[in-house]
């Protein structure tokens, strides 16, 4: 297996882009399509572990859209071979200081394109 294949990690990062940019913007269809819809889609939050594309897609409907903004950091995409890839990030909010925020992603190539299938966000105390 070939890790990091330049086209296939290019591929990754520009829709890791377009998740972030849907992120915090709030744009629910965008972040839908970007999940793959299936029973065996998973998406561990804050304060939240749904199961399911039907949890994750009834979650988002349902949040609030402000103060979505965040800095990413240490950013790190790996691909392994053409058709699965791990990102995983670093992010700061102004409205948690002192806190960093944490998010891993499994993305799939799929007939749809490229879709996550699993998904961790939390927020740790920052250390100096």
């Keep these: 297996m070939e890790i990091n294949i330049a086209a296939v990690k290019a591929e990754v990062e520009a829709v890791f882009e377009e998740y972030e940019t849907a992120l915090v913007s709030n744009d629910v269809d965008t972040l839908d399509r970007l999940f793959l819809n299936a029973p ?3 998406r561990y939050g804050g304060g939240e572990n ?3 594309y039907a949890e ?3 979650f988002r409907s ?6 979505l903004d965040r800095t990413l950091a240490k950013t790190v995409i790996t691909t392994y071979g053409a058709d699965f890839a791990t990102a995983a ?3 700061y909010r102004d409205t948690s200081p002192g806190k960093v925020g944490r998010q891993m992603q499994t993305w799939v190539r799929t007939d ?3 879709q996550v ?5 939390s927020m740790i105390d920052e250390y100096a």
Excluded at 117 to 121: F, I, K, P
Aim: a positive charge; glycine letters at 16%.
């Design 89 to 91: 990030t670093l992010f």
């Design 117 to 121: 299938v699993a998904a961790h966000v």
């Design 50 to 52: 749904l199961y399911g």
């Design 40 to 42: 065996t889609t998973i």
């Design 112 to 114: 749809a394109g490229w």
């Design 62 to 67: 349902a949040r609030a859209g402000g103060n």
């Design 56 to 58: 994750i897609a009834a």
